[in-house]
């Protein structure tokens, strides 16, 4: 009989601390915001925003500031833990060799999930690739018509295709 009352009473305690977790609302927690800072490739880099449009600030082997191109928000695309997905690049010998990093800014307009028209708070159907090396820096071509969100994996040929050497 004894058993039986702890059964009982274990299966009741697990319903409740289902039930519980049924009653808490997960849409309620806002989305992890990430710095609009970071550092890549010997570079310190910034987003910031003037007149709605995203600016490039970067400090390394050289400095300035850059207006992107984006409409704001704009953010870096980060890995799962918060860094600055990047790609090294090599240089051709012709224009130099070494290599350099490539980034990704993305930004508005906010994109939808692929499926409705809903869009997506911190998601962007823009991208931009901006090249670091210790020659300076190039802004590459803006990319449109996109869905990124800004932990999203994406395919090396997003950072490839329209970036530029340094």
């Known amino acids: 009989m004894g058993w039986r009352l702890t059964n009982i009473l274990l299966a009741a305690a697990v319903v409740?601390?289902?039930?519980?977790?049924?009653?808490?609302?997960?849409?309620?927690?806002?989305p992890t915001v990430m710095p609009p800072n970071g550092e890549v490739a010997s570079y310190k880099i910034q987003l910031q925003l003037r007149d709605g449009k995203c600016v490039f600030n970067y400090d390394g082997p050289f400095r300035g500031q850059v207006e992107a191109?984006?409409?704001?928000?704009?953010?870096?695309?980060?890995?799962?833990?918060?860094?600055?997905?990047?790609?090294e690049l090599k240089n051709s010998k012709q224009s130099g060799g070494g290599t350099y990093s490539v980034i990704l800014v993305i930004g508005e307009p906010r994109?939808?999930?692929?499926?409705?028209?809903?869009?997506?708070?911190?998601?962007?159907?823009?991208?931009?690739?901006?090249?670091?090396?210790?020659?300076?820096?190039?802004?590459?071509?803006?990319?449109?018509?996109?869905?990124?969100?800004?932990?999203?994996?994406?395919?090396?040929?997003?950072?490839?295709?329209?970036?530029?050497?340094?």
Do not use: W, Y
């Not at 409740?16 to 806002?30: E, F, H, W």
């Not at 191109?69 to 790609?87: E, K, W, Y």
């Open 111 to 166: 994109a939808t999930d692929g499926r409705s028209t809903k869009q997506i708070e911190g998601c962007g159907s823009q991208s931009l690739p901006i090249s670091l090396g210790p020659r300076g820096i190039a802004l590459g071509s803006l990319g449109a018509g996109l869905d990124i969100c800004p932990t999203d994996r994406v395919d090396e040929k997003l950072f490839t295709a329209d970036s530029r050497h340094v």
């Open 16 to 30: 409740l601390a289902v039930s519980s977790c049924r009653s808490s609302n997960i849409a309620d927690v806002p």
């Open 69 to 87: 191109g984006i409409s704001a928000p704009c953010t870096f695309l980060r890995d799962s833990v918060g860094n600055i997905q990047h790609m």
